[in-house]
């Protein structure tokens, strides 16, 4: 039996701008076997900052749900009056998937 990979999602608040801000690091496993867990922490800092920088970095395994997550953060948090920015630093073969995806513009890869 394989163990389970897991996500590791960290935040660091900004002490600049009053604590309103915070980095969020998300690593490992990306994957829709992640994503409920993803969504939950993106959204429980999503109500207590108002900026957010989002670093994808150190990826095991992504897909596209992720990347559907991350536009959605950012237009809700648009819709919020909130900022949202991301930052990927992929592989090769996982840049590549989301180059034919047709999603690259929604990233920035690093």
Request: proline share 1%; hydrophobic share 40%; aromatic share 4%.
């Amino acid at each position: 039996m394989n163990k389970s990979k897991k996500a590791t999602l960290k935040v660091s608040p900004s002490k600049a701008k009053g604590g309103a801000s915070a980095t969020l690091m998300l690593q490992g496993d990306l994957s829709l076997d992640q994503i409920v867990s993803i969504k939950d922490f993106l959204l429980e800092n999503l109500t207590k900052y108002k900026e957010l920088s989002v670093k994808i970095n150190n990826v095991e395994a992504i897909d596209l749900g992720l990347i559907q997550l991350i536009f959605s953060l950012k237009r809700t948090a648009a819709e919020q009056g909130k900022k949202v920015e991301s930052e990927f630093k992929l592989s090769s073969e996982q840049a590549l998937l989301l180059s034919r995806s047709g999603l690259e513009n929604l990233i920035i890869t690093k």
